[in-house]
């Protein structure tokens, strides 16, 4: 996944305006998004996109993100959506891998009570929310075998700490959200799931949100969560790996394919090891998923 585009939950024209974004994911939000009267009507609505896109032969990931496990919210919303079969459910306020096992146990419940394959639904958590999802972060390796990603968020974390602001007049983070947004990339990578980053709130800030997708690709993120649609094609473009990178990548899986015996390998004046052909087979196979 590249691009997961958050959408209202309660606002039909809204999902449908999501569908034609081409994001390789919509995040069906019955959270933040809606108010405490529109929960109800959010769930009808999301319960019939999902019906009604699930067979498309064509469509995106669809990804509920329901209401933390602390709300009283998350049962009514898991009751209405696992009905129509969504990809994955995004657990916000996560704090560790105890809370994805739990969401693990209702979501295999309501498998069973809809005839759904066992393992279907994945999870992906949002997990640095709050500062004890921060020292969360490193107990979701092994927690459950549904979990799909890892993404973290700065705009609760930033109000669960108390601070002015999340981001200094540069732009950039400041330090408690560069050390979680750090500390997320690690998480990802103990659990072997992909790290997602989170959301840039000015999508009228078309370079600063460009410069923040590209320091997010490089730094390890494969995706980037976004607000609006107009964010949906600069991610994509960004997150794909480009042909000049893929090439390197294809050359350097050769050459140790051609040589196995060898550890250490020149190519074009550098000298390349395994961890460059570790990179270079994520690289490919991220490819191929995005071609699939």
């Known amino acids: 996944m590249r691009s997961l585009l958050f959408v ?29 009267d529109a929960k109800p009507q959010a769930r009808a609505a999301s319960l019939a996109f999902l019906t009604q896109t699930r067979t498309l032969p064509r469509r995106p990931l669809l990804i509920v993100r329901v209401n933390p496990l602390t709300s009283g919210l998350i049962e009514a919303d898991l009751d209405a959506v ?7 459910i995004m657990l916000p306020k996560a704090e560790g891998g105890v809370d994805v096992s739990h969401l ?31 020292f969360g972060l490193g107990t979701y390796a092994g927690a459950t075998h549904r979990l799909a990603a ?10 669960d700490l108390g601070a002015e602001t999340n981001r200094l007049t540069d732009g950039s983070y400041a330090d408690p959200y560069r050390l979680a947004r ?9 659990a072997q799931v992909d790290a997602i980053d989170t959301v840039y709130t000015g999508f009228r800030d078309e370079a600063g949100f460009r410069a923040e997708c590209i320091a997010a690709r490089r730094d390890g993120f494969t995706g980037k969560m976004a607000i609006h649609p107009a964010q949906v094609a600069p991610i994509n473009e ?31 004046g550098e000298m390349l ?6 990179r270079a087979k994520r690289l490919r196979a991220r490819a191929d998923r995005l071609a699939e």
Do not use: C, Y
Request: hydrophobic letters at 50%; glycine letters at 8%.
């Open 8 to 36: 209202p939950g309660d606002s039909p024209r809204k999902l449908q305006k999501g569908l034609e974004s081409d994001a390789d994911a919509l995040i069906l939000d019955l959270e933040d998004s809606v108010a405490p």
């Open 273 to 278: 090891d395994r961890p460059h052909l570790v």
């Open 238 to 268: 960004i997150f794909a790996p480009s042909p000049q990178a893929l090439a390197r990548a294809d050359a350097i899986i050769a050459l140790f394919a051609a040589n196995p015996g060898v550890g250490v390998i020149g190519l074009d």
């Open 150 to 159: 890892l993404t973290w968020g700065a705009e609760d974390l930033s109000a």
């Open 82 to 88: 696992m009905a129509g079969a969504p990809d994955a």
């Open 182 to 190: 750090a500390l997320t990339l690690f998480a990802a990578a103990s």
């Open 104 to 134: 693990a146990a209702k979501i295999a419940v309501r498998e069973a009570e809809n005839d759904l394959p066992d393992g279907a639904t994945r999870i992906i958590p949002i997990a640095t929310e709050t500062g004890k999802g921060v």
